[in-house]
């Protein structure tokens, strides 16, 4: 795949994006981030946010799921365990499990008479 880019095509990007070169894809995933940022800051901060956020999650995704897609995948579940667990915890009740009960004595008494 090739793409022609102008000088004015790439400084226009630049511009809109806090002067890091972004392509369309990462440009997408920076504008899905700056909607779920809380509107703190002015746009330009937001933007950086969202942007600094995006790159990180690309360094992280460079660094270990192109490398060792195994690796990765143990990574995510443990994090994905660590979460559910955390969730468990801070929940209180033990609600949704099945709960074990005693009885005081059989159900059933059933006695057999040979001679019937």
């Known amino acids: ?12 990007v630049q511009e809109l994006f806090c002067g890091s070169w972004v392509c369309g894809l990462c440009a997408e ?3 899905e981030n700056m909607k779920r940022l809380p509107p703190s800051q002015p746009s330009a901060g ?8 995006h790159m990180e999650f690309c360094k992280k995704f460079n660094g270990t799921t192109r490398l060792n897609p195994k690796l990765s995948f143990a990574g995510t579940m443990r994090e994905i365990a660590r979460k559910s667990s ?14 074990r009960t ?3 004595g059989p159900f059933m008494d059933v006695k057999f008479d040979s001679n019937v």
Do not use: F
Request: aromatic share 2%.
């Open 86 to 99: 955390l969730h468990r915890s801070s929940g209180g009740g033990g609600g949704g499990g099945i709960a």
């Open 29 to 31: 995933a920076v504008k």
């Open 102 to 104: 005693r009885s005081c």
């Open 46 to 53: 937001v933007l950086r946010r969202a942007l600094d956020s």
């Open 1 to 12: 795949m090739k793409e022609e880019c102008t000088p004015a095509y790439i400084a226009g």
